[in-house]
C-alpha cells in the first residue's frame, strides 16, 4: 500500500510519470476509473479549493467523496500513547483513523501547523499517524511540514510551458497581515529540487525555510543535477528567472523584521521586467492583491495562477488513481 | 452562454418554455439529463430549502453538487477593483471565480442583502462579480435584489391551480420579527407581472418595495398586459383575489410604523374568506406561524405551500437544464 | 410505511432478519440497490462516524445522501401545535418536514437529549414529530431515547463471535468527564433483551437506566427467554461474562455519587481476566482511553470496537433497503 503525505513517498520517476498520467488526461480524460470508490476527507482546517478540486476528481469519475469538517477544535484528536483522555480530546487516533479507513477507499488529511514548535511542525503528528494506522492509502490535502500536492500542481505548470527545459525558477517571499505556515514554499523547494530546476529563494534575513527541509532539497539537487541558491535581494534573484512563484511566509526568528516593514517585497511589474520576457508567474492562492502581488502582475498574460488552480485537479486525479493501483 | 440571476435574464417566451418543461418532467421526468456534471453551490449565506433541491436535482439525473458553505465572514470575497487587500477578505473574486467555474459546470450563488442601502441591493454586486468572471453559466440561489428560482417555483405553483386564466393575485405584506430582505417579494412581483397577471401589492406605508424593480415590472406589465395595482389596506386587496401570497419584509422608510405595532397584517382564515372561494393561499417557507400566517390558514386545503417549495425542484431542474444546453 | 426509530418498530423476527441480510451482504455485497435514492441526513447535532457510515451505505450502491446540518440551534424548529411563533424557532416541523420528504427518498434524524427531563427524553418528541409528518420512511441516527442502529450493530458484532448461542453479556457503566445522554445503553439492552441473551446492567447507585426504556426490556425478555439483573458490583457483574460493554451515562438522580469520585468503574485488562476466556470487548466509540478503558483492553485481541463501528455500515445497509423495501 503507498500513501502521499510527503514528496519522498515517490521516487523522482515516479514523480514523471504522474505528472505525465496528470497531462495525458488534461487532454483526453479517463473514464470511470474511481467508479464506486470513496474518499474520505478528513479537515482539520476549512478549505473551499482544496476540497473542491478532490471532490470534482472523484465524481467526474464514478467515485465519491465525503467530507468531514472537524473544525478547529470541535473534534480534536488524541495522538499521543498512553495518554489519560480528560481533556477536550475525545476521540484517539487509534480508534478514529481504522474506522474512517473500513468505510473509505482513500483517506484525505488537512492539518495545518498549530504553530507550536518547529520541530513539531517537522514531525507532521497527526499526518503521520493517519499513516500507520490506515488500512487504506492516505493523501494529504495539506499539513504543517508540506503541500504535496501543490507542489506536483506548481511542475505541472511549469512543465506545461518550459516541456523539457530546465527553467530559472525563483521562489520569492511575499509580504502578508499574518505570520503564514510554511509547507506551500516547503513543498515547491522539494517539487522543483527533484525535477532539476535551477532554483532562487529569496526572502529577507529571518524568514529562512525549515533546515531539514533544506536539506531533503539539497540531497534531491545531487541527484537531480539541481541548484539551489539563497537571497536576500529580491530584484537580483528575479533577474533572467523563467518562473516567479509568490509566496508570503511567517518569521523563523525573532529577530527578523516584523512583517508589516517589509512591503518592499511585494512583487510588481516592474519585477516581471528583470525576468526573461517568456516568463511566468504563480502563486497557490489565494492571493491578497496590492499586498503581496500588485494588480500588474495578476492581470498580465504572464499570470498563470488559474490554470496552476486547475491543475491541482489534474495532479490530484493522477495521484489518486496511482494510490488507488498500488493497494 | 446563459446566465439566471435575475429575472430579466430570460426572455418572457423563454419563461413560458421553462414552466412548461418543469410541468412534462413533473409527471414523466427525464433521464440522466446531468451525467457527471458538477454544480458547485457557493452559500455566502446558509441553506436548506435551497441546498436540498438544487443538489437533488442533480443527483436524481446523473449529476453532483458540491456545497461550498463560504458562512459569514469566514471567507469574504473581495469585489472592488483596485483594492489592497489587508482587510479580512483574503481572497479576491477575480481569482475564485475562475477557479470555481474551471472546475464545475455550473455556478450557483447565495449572497443576500448586507442590508447597506436600497442602491448596494440594487446594484447586487456579489453576484454580478460571478456572472462577470465565470467561464460556466452562474444561476441565482436569492441575491441581494431578486430569489428569481422561487419566483418561477410561484408561477409554477400557480400554474398548476389556474391554467391558462390569467388569475387575480394577492401580495400581502406580514408581520415578522426581523426585517427581512425583499428578494423574495421583488421576484413575486416580477414574475407575476411577466405571467400578465391581475396583481394587488398590499403593505403598510413605508414598506415600499424598491422603485427599480416596481419600474421593471411596470415595464413588463405592459408588454404582458398584467395589471399592478398597490394598496395600504389587506381587506380590500384580498378581497375575491384567487392567490394570497404573504411574505415579510422590512421597511423602506424610517418614518415606517415599528414591525410590532403591525400585528394586524397576521393573514387568517378570515381572509380567506374575503377571497375567492376557489383562491390558493402560498408562501416561500419557512413561514412563523401566527406571527405571519395563522395556523388556520396554513393548516386549510387552500394552502400549497409544501407544493409550492417542491416546485423549487422542479424549476430548477428545467433551468439547470435550459443553462447547460445554452453554454 | 415502515420507519426505524425506536426498536419497537420491528418485530424480532424482523431484527433476526435484517440481522441475516446484514451478515450475507457483508461476504457478498449486493448490486446498485439504492439506485437513484437519496437520504436526507438531518443533524441537529454534529456527527462524523454516524455520517460517514450512513453516506457510504448510499454511495456504495449507487444511490446518494445530503447532509442538512441544521447545528445547535441555527436552525431550530418549532414542535408544539399551535405555538405563536415568535422565539428563536423559525420554522415549524409541519411545513420542515413534508418538504424534505417530498424530496427525498428517506429521512434520517439525529436529535440528542436536550437534558431537560427524563419524561421529555423519553416522549422523543422531535423524532415523533418527523415520523408523523413524513411521506417517506424515518430512521433514527440517534435520539434522546435510543440509538437503535447501533444497538443492531453490536448484535451483528456479537453474533458473528457467539453465532447461534445466546451469550452472558455485561453492560459495565463507565466514567467518564462529562454526564452523557442513555441512548446508547438503552438500545444495548432492548436489542440485547430481544435477542434472548443473558444480561446484567452494571452501575454505581443513582444512575439507573429510564424505567421505561427497562419494563420494555423485561417485555421482551420474556418473549425471547432473556433474562435481565442488575448490580452495583462491577467484578461480579463480568465475572464469567462473554461480552463486556462499555459505556458511561450520567446520573439518573441528584442522590448519585458525582462522575469524578467514580473511576474505579473503569474496565481495565483485569476485568477482562475475571471474563470467559473467550470475550469479547465492544463499545460505540468514541472512546476516552485511560478514563472509561484502559488501553490494555483497548489494544488487546479481544477488543472489537472496529469491527463493531463497521458493522454499522453493514446494519444501516440493511435497514435502509427494508424500510425502502416496504414503502
Redesign the interface.
Known amino acids: 500500500m503507498r500513501h502521499f503525505t510527503h514528496l519522498k513517498d515517490l521516487t523522482p520517476e515516479e514523480i514523471q510519470s504522474i505528472l505525465r498520467q496528470a497531462r495525458i488526461w488534461k487532454t483526453v480524460p479517463p473514464d470511470h476509473i474511481f467508479l ?1 470508490k ?1 474518499l ?1 476527507m478528513v479537515f482539520f482546517n ?1 478549505s ?2 482544496t ?3 478532490f ?2 476528481a472523484m ?2 469519475h464514478g467515485g ?1 467523496a ?1 467530507a ?1 469538517e ?1 473544525g478547529s477544535g ?2 480534536n484528536l ?1 495522538i499521543e500513547s ?5 481533556s477536550n480530546k ?3 487516533v ?3 483513523v ?3 479507513s ?3 477507499d482513500i483517506v484525505g488529511v488537512r492539518s495545518f501547523s498549530l504553530g507550536l514548535s518547529h520541530e513539531e511542525d517537522d514531525r507532521d503528528s497527526v499526518i503521520h499517524a493517519f499513516k500507520s494506522l490506515s488500512s487504506v492509502p492516505v493523501i494529504s490535502m495539506e499539513s504543517a511540514r508540506e503541500h504535496p500536492c501543490q507542489g506536483l500542481a506548481d511542475m505541472l505548470t511549469i512543465q506545461e510551458h518550459f516541456e523539457e527545459l530546465r527553467p530559472k525558477v525563483t521562489l520569492a517571499w511575499a509580504p502578508h ?1 499574518k505570520s503564514l505556515p510554511k509547507a506551500v514554499p516547503h513543498s515547491f523547494l522539494l517539487s522543483a529540487s527533484a525535477m532539476g530546476y535551477d532554483i532562487t529563494v529569496a526572502h529577507p534575513p529571518g524568514y529562512e525555510l525549515a533546515t531539514s527541509v533544506i536539506k531533503e532539497a539539497q540531497n534531491l539537487s545531487q541527484r537531480s543535477g539541481s541548484r539551489i541558491r539563497f537571497s536576500h535581494n529580491l530584484d537580483s534573484a528575479i533577474q533572467d528567472t523563467q518562473v516567479i512563484y509568490a509566496k508570503a511566509w511567517g518569521p523563523s526568528s525573532p529577530l527578523a523584521a516584523p512583517l508589516d516593514t517589509l512591503t518592499s517585497w511585494m512583487t510588481h511589474e516592474r519585477h516581471l521586467k528583470l525576468a526573461d520576457p517568456k516568463s511566468i508567474f504563480i502563486h497557490c ?7 503581496e502581488v500588485h ?1 500588474s502582475i ?2 498580465s498574460r504572464q499570470c498563470k ?2 490554470d496552476e ?2 491543475n491541482r ?1 489534474h495532479i490530484q486525479r493522477a495521484l489518486i488513481h496511482f494510490l488507488l493501483s498500488h493497494s
Chains 1, 2, 3 share one sequence.
Not at 82 to 86: D, F, S, T
Not at 285 to 291: E, K, Q
Open positions: 464506486n470513496i474520505a476549512p473551499l479549493r476540497r473542491l478540486s471532490e470534482a465524481l467526474r465519491h465525503i468531514l472537524v470541535s473534534w488524541e498512553g495518554a489519560i483522555m480528560n475525545p476521540e484517539h487509534r480508534e478514529a481504522p474506522v474512517i473500513r468505510l473509505a497581515i492562492l489565494p492571493v491578497r492583491r496590492n499586498v494588480d495578476l492581470d495562477v488559474i488552480a486547475e485537479f
